[in-house]
């Protein structure tokens, strides 16, 4: 039986180590159809929803470890952190940036956005940038099954293992994505609302395992999960990781500015160093082949 991740403790142990850098490529991630390059990346001349005001959207509830006690104006976390260096990048100071909440399926459908950028773990893929933009990546990232100690899912080693269980993730989410195609369930995914649904699915017995991003899945098995395990990292989920993006309107006049501002972090360090600070190391995981 595998070793369960059951304390806070734990967590803030694999925090403290530094999670794999992201590898980011404007040209290849980067929406079209955005600003010119030679518009000026400054309060006075970027086009946010209000003048001299940059509004960040997430959702609510917002999950650690990517925002702190579900506060992401305390800059806690690691997408709260990004949020506000971004925003420092491109000339906004903290006063200067509003917070709304948007469900994460409702930030990726089209039409008008109440934010300038939304940051959600938002997995960038073709099919999305049929109806949003996205900034470079500010991070990469694998998806992992967790499920508690003494379920069907508990030992699994391989994806064979996992076929016949039943097995959930949240609804219109790279997870789920990964759980259909790669898992590819013998009796179809389970689709949640939200991983707190499929969460509580799984501590009732009414799922074997749930499909979350690395992170999240460290963090739901330590503090939030009785006996929490993962089970392991599904191999190539992602094709060597997902990687996240900042969620812009398709189109949007800010999204080359906001690029500009996320590679500018990822060039001197800023998003390593919020990594190392937030984020725990993936290396205790298992790969599941």
């Not at 930030?107 to 999305?128: K, L, M, V, W, Y």
């Not at 991983?195 to 098995?221: E, H, M, R, S």
């Amino acid at each position: 039986m595998r070793r369960p991740f059951r304390t806070v403790a734990a967590v803030g142990a694999v925090l403290a180590v530094a999670a794999c850098a992201p590898q980011s490529s404007s040209d290849d991630t980067a929406a079209s159809g955005s600003s010119s390059a030679g518009n000026a990346c400054s309060p006075a001349d970027l086009k946010t929803l209000k003048p001299d005001t940059l509004t960040i959207a997430t959702d609510q509830p917002a999950y650690e470890p990517w925002v702190v006690g579900d506060a992401p104006e305390s800059g806690k976390g690691f997408e709260a952190a990004v949020a506000y260096a971004v925003a420092d990048q491109l000339g906004y100071s903290k006063d200067q940036v509003t917070w709304t909440r948007v469900p994460f399926n409702a930030a990726i459908q089209p039409g008008a956005r109440p934010f300038d950028f939304d940051i959600n773990q938002f997995s960038i893929t073709e099919d999305r940038k049929k109806a949003v933009d996205f900034s470079s990546p500010y991070y990469t990232v694998s998806q992992a099954v967790i499920t508690t100690a003494g379920s069907k899912a508990d030992g699994a080693k391989s994806v064979a293992d996992l076929k016949g269980l039943k097995i959930g993730a949240q609804v219109a989410t790279t997870s789920l994505q990964v759980l259909t195609d790669v898992i590819a369930p013998d009796a179809g995914p389970v689709v949640f609302n939200s991983n707190d649904d499929a969460k509580l699915a799984l501590q009732n017995g009414q799922v074997d395992a749930i499909v979350v991003d690395l992170p999240t899945a460290f963090y739901i098995t330590a503090a939030e999960l009785d006996d929490g395990v993962i089970v392991g990292q599904l191999e190539d989920s992602g094709k060597g990781g997902d990687q996240f993006g900042l969620l812009l309107a398709k189109d949007s006049p800010l999204t080359d500015c906001v690029s500009k501002a996320v590679d500018a972090l990822q060039d001197d360090g800023t998003l390593a160093d919020l990594e190392k600070q937030w984020l725990s190391d993936v290396a205790d995981a298992p790969v599941l082949s």
